[in-house]
Nanobody, 122 residues
Framework: QLQASGGGLVQAGDSLRLSCAAS????????MSWFRQAPGKEREFVAT????????NYGDSVKGRFTISRDVAKKTVYLQMNNLKPEDTAVYYC?????????????????WGQGTLVTVSS
């Protein structure tokens, strides 16, 4: 089970940190990711991190601005978002993989959080 939080309304250039608390599985055995879906658009890959945290990948639109991390003790994955832009406005979903893999494909994930809304005003 995944519980996402941290969304809100911010201005362009601001920062925000999303959290995703996991339960029910051995946390370090599974890769985790963030995806987002803007109004009227398909869900988009944002960032992924391996079970141990040593491998991270990012979508092209967020590279250099977003950072994914995980806290094993808290069983939580974070998405630090800096220099936010209006085009970052979306519902952000965290997902846990079927295995310890890093993937940008939705099919690699079988557990999803409920989504948290991020709105960036210009």
């Amino acid at each position: 089970q995944l519980q996402a939080s941290g969304g809100g309304l911010v201005q362009a250039g601001d920062s925000l940190r999303l959290s995703c608390a996991a339960s029910g599985r051995t946390f370090t055995r599974y890769g985790m990711s963030w995806f987002r879906q803007a109004p009227g658009k398909e869900r988009e890959f944002v960032a992924t991190i391996s079970g141990g945290g040593g491998i991270k990948n990012y979508g092209d639109s967020v590279k250099g601005r977003f950072t994914i991390s995980r806290d094993v003790a808290k069983k939580t994955v974070y998405l630090q978002m800096n220099n936010l832009k209006p085009e970052d406005t979306a519902v952000y979903y965290c997902a846990m993989g079927r295995s310890n893999t890093v993937s940008s494909l939705e099919g690699a994930y079988d557990a999803w959080g409920q989504g948290t809304l991020v709105t960036v005003s210009s």
